[in-house]
T-cell receptor, first 111, second 106 residues
Framework: DTGVSQDPRHKITKRGQNVTFRCDPI?????LYWYRQTLGQGPEFLTY????????KSRLLSDRFSAERPKGSFSTLEIQRTEQGDSAMYLC?????????FGPGTRLTVT | ELKVEQNPLFLSMQEGKNYTIYCNYS?????LYWYRQDPGKSLESLFV?????AVKQEGRLMASLDTKARLSTLHITAAVHDLSATYFC??????FGAGTRLTVKP
């Protein structure tokens, strides 16, 4: 257990539905990252926060994706109007200067 | 645009042998991370290298960083089956390479 939790761990949804994932990082860590990973690929950067500020968002990310980190604590990642291509593992990472830990991931299946 | 390249992408090795995985990156980076991922699992942090010439070792794995060459290596000594996994490097703001899928055979 890394101390980073993600909820839900698995999500099956129908195409066109909206989904929201949550990440609870380690409380002392000020940076939080979201990634998407498909089978056989490395983690693809989506966005990151320093405290509550969203500092960068991948240009590959469509407008259907949005993320928030209110009060610099937990973060949510929302995908609107899901497509089959969104099926993947969604990972968050909790990062401080000398530590970085990943959560267990949320596996999304879009049918 | 930052590029992180790992090689080899696939590595099959015999138990007891030594080998090195390479991670090259295209822009300056003040830190480099190595991770391990088992199938269906999340990523496990192995090393954080924070300065030029940094070397860290844990068990049969040793990582080093040459910031001038923009190169990090992960050296495996006397491989055992339990090391079979995918190994990723990441630089700067946690941007990842494609990974090296390591299989250690008896």
């Amino acid at each position: 257990d890394t101390g980073v939790s993600q909820d839900p761990r698995h999500k099956i949804t129908k195409r066109g539905q909206n989904v929201t994932f949550r990440c609870d990082p380690i409380s002392e860590h000020n940076r939080l990252y979201w990634y998407r990973q498909t089978l056989g690929q490395g983690p693809e950067f989506l966005t990151y926060f320093q405290n509550e500020a969203q500092l960068e968002k991948s240009r590959l990310l469509s407008d259907r994706f949005s993320a928030e980190r209110p009060k610099g604590s937990f973060s949510t990642l929302e995908i609107q109007r899901t497509e089959q291509g969104d099926s993947a593992m969604y990972l968050c990472a909790s990062v401080s200067t000398h530590e970085q830990y990943f959560g267990p991931g949320t596996r999304l299946t879009v049918t | 645009e930052l590029k992180v390249e790992q090689n080899p992408l696939f590595l099959s090795m015999q138990e007891g042998k030594n080998y090195t995985i390479y991670c090259n990156y295209s822009t300056t980076s003040d830190r480099l991370y190595w991770y391990r991922q088992d199938p269906g699992k999340s990523l496990e942090s192995l090393f954080v290298l924070l300065s030029n010439g940094a070397v860290k070792q844990e068990g049969r794995l040793m990582a080093s960083l040459d910031t001038k060459a923009r190169l990090s290596t992960l050296h495996i000594t006397a491989a055992v089956h339990d090391l079979s996994a995918t190994y990723f490097c990441a630089v700067n703001d946690m941007r990842f390479g494609a990974g090296t899928r390591l299989t250690v055979k008896p």
